[in-house]
């Protein structure tokens, strides 16, 4: 596991990285970004709380692939509530560097289901 | 299903300051409300929210043609029609936030906005439980002959329960100022309106009470705020009450935990092409009023004081154990 340079923990499930980080064994930097450290924003995209009466839903597709440029707003997951199927929109732009979040899989609200690199909001 | 109004925004006999006042106020709105979404989807923000993106022309248009001393009664989707009224983006977000700084002291939350000094009282969440607080509002201004009047913002779901018939009909009866607006956003919670009601518009229901109403396009700023001038204009001489429909859409679903399935999708995407925001903000680029690049300039600053709050809110001071006690009446 490559070593965390420095880690600080700013409010709100923002969590800020000097290069290089990995956090599941895969490498997620991207080819685009110039070598070195880089400091960029890894925004933890937890589950939100859609649910009407649980605590948890099922996921059901990514609609977005890593690596993928996602904007504030967009659909990035499908997921099924107690109530309906109904997708989630993404916080923040930036680019999705993983998903957490595994298609066929039951997670509970407040989970990470995600890592988006952010600039800044 | 029922169709978008076609009709372009008239705007030639209005000054371009008071135009633009109108098109903020409502970018104002539609900017908390998707700003707030985000908080919830992050998690920031706990609990459910009701939102209003799609319907800021009848908030805005209707709080445009009251005075600062006439009062409100809103609904649990009660943000829009607070901000219209005056409230500042501090004090609701603050109050969303729990803080005790918030406009109730971080007891309401997202559903009960108020200020009583710009003449809001905290919005009422039971659906139709604004109308007879409203016409005993009105009646109060009669009695003490203040020359206030009350507009009482509900939505269509409003329109089957007990306490909308009692409240407009004794609102009829006493001749009091009040200008009830039906916000009809076609869905109650998931119910389409012709599914509980057999009448074509609302404004006809009305009329069985003795009071004049009228189907207005709800998305058109203007045609709201000239009918509700003319309403409040009615009631403060004396020929109150009054009524407005006014025909809307909304963009999001009925709390943040509706996927919003029910709007069929050509629907959907009709209505959505007649945004009161960007009717407004065409007409003013048509006009002259604007360009596109100063349109975008003031959503753009409008979203960056949204942030500057959103960071203020986080670091307000929560209710103490002390504050359990106060402003409770029992």
Known sequence: MAKILKEVLCLHNMEMFLWPINSQG?????????????????????????????????????????????TRGQAILEIETDKAVMEVESPVEGVLREWVAQPDTTVGVGTIIAHIETESR | MTNPPQAKIDIDSYEAGFLLGLYERMVQIREFEEGVKFLFLEGTMPGTIHQC????????GVCTALEPTDWITSTFRGHGHALAKGLSVDEMLFEL???????????????????????????????????????GMALAFKMQQTGQVAACFFGDG????????????????????????????????????SKVMRAATIAERLSSYGIDGRRIDGNDVIAVYEAAR???????????????????????????????????????????????????????????????????????????????????AKTQPQPTLADLTTHVLA
């Open chain 1, 26 to 70: 895969s490498n997620p930097r991207p080819a685009d970004t110039r070598k070195g450290r880089h400091c960029f924003m890894l925004y933890k995209f937890k589950m939100p709380d859609l649910s009407t009466t649980g605590d948890e839903v099922d996921v059901k597709q990514w609609l977005v692939n890593v690596g993928d440029r996602i």
């Open chain 2, 53 to 60: 993106q799609g319907q800021e022309a009848c908030a805005v």
């Open chain 2, 97 to 135: 936030f729990g803080a005790a700084t918030g406009c109730a002291g971080g007891k309401g939350g997202s559903m009960h906005m108020v200020n009583m000094d710009k003449g809001m009282i905290p919005s009422i969440a039971i659906v139709a439980g604004g109308v007879p607080v409203a016409a």
């Open chain 2, 158 to 193: 409003a329109i089957a329960e007990g306490a909308f018939h009692e409240g407009v009909n004794m609102a009829a009866i006493w001749d009091v100022p009040v200008v009830f607006i039906c916000e009809n956003n076609q869905y109650g919670a998931s119910t389409h309106v």
């Open chain 2, 230 to 312: 003319r309403a409040v204009d009615d009631c403060r001489a004396g020929r109150g009450p009054a009524f407005l429909e006014l025909l809307t859409y909304r963009r999001t679903g009925h709390s943040r935990r509706d996927a919003c399935h029910y709007q069929p999708k050509p629907e959907r995407e009709q209505w959505l092409e007649y945004d009161p925001i960007v009717r407004l903000g065409q007409a003013l680029v048509e006009a002259g009023h604007a360009t596109t690049e100063e349109l975008d300039a003031v959503r753009k600053q409008i979203l960056t004081s949204f942030d500057d709050a959103v960071e203020r």
